[in-house]
Every structure is written in structure tokens, then in C-alpha cells.
């Protein structure tokens, strides 16, 4: 079972999910897999925020990939509402 922070939506677990399974990405290519169904603007920003709470990580270019944390809490491995917001 997952346990999602009061920050997180469901387009961050969306995310979260695409990143593990497709590799990193930037969010306008993120935004337009049929299984996101948000603007990239908004993958972009949740994106930003995932990185904040160390869930994400920005590579270069905009392009993010899902860290060791990311992946843990996929697995329903971490509670993320034990992270603090480092941006």
C-alpha cells in the first residue's frame, strides 16, 4: 500500500509510475503518454515538486528521472510523509 503525503495528487503517482516504467523523460513527453492526462505544464510542475521532496530528480535539460525514494514508495516501501521539502 502506498502512502501519499497531504502535498501529493494523483497525477504525482502517474508520474511517478511512467518514470519507473519508461525511463527519464521531460514532462512534455511525459504529458503526452495517454496514461497522463494532464497538461505538461502541470506534469512539469508536479515534476519540480516530486524533486523537492527527493522523489524525482532533474538530470539536465528538464528531464526528470525517479530516484531510489521514488521507486520505494511505488513499491509502498516509504511513507512519504516522513519527506521534508528541500526546494
Not at 497538461?39 to 512539469?44: D, L
Not at 528538464?62 to 514508495?73: A, K, P, W
Amino acid at each position: 500500500m502506498r502512502l501519499s503525503a497531504d502535498w501529493m495528487t494523483i497525477a504525482d503517482e502517474r508520474i511517478l509510475e511512467f518514470l519507473s516504467e519508461e525511463g527519464p523523460h521531460s514532462p512534455s513527453k511525459i504529458a503526452e503518454d495517454e496514461r497522463i492526462r494532464f497538461s505538461a505544464e502541470y506534469v512539469g510542475r508536479r515534476c519540480r515538486k516530486l524533486a523537492d521532496y527527493g522523489l524525482t530528480r532533474n538530470i539536465g535539460n528538464g528531464v526528470y528521472s525517479i530516484t531510489n525514494e521514488g521507486e520505494q514508495y511505488l513499491i509502498g516501501e516509504l511513507d512519504t510523509t516522513d519527506l521534508t521539502d528541500t526546494g
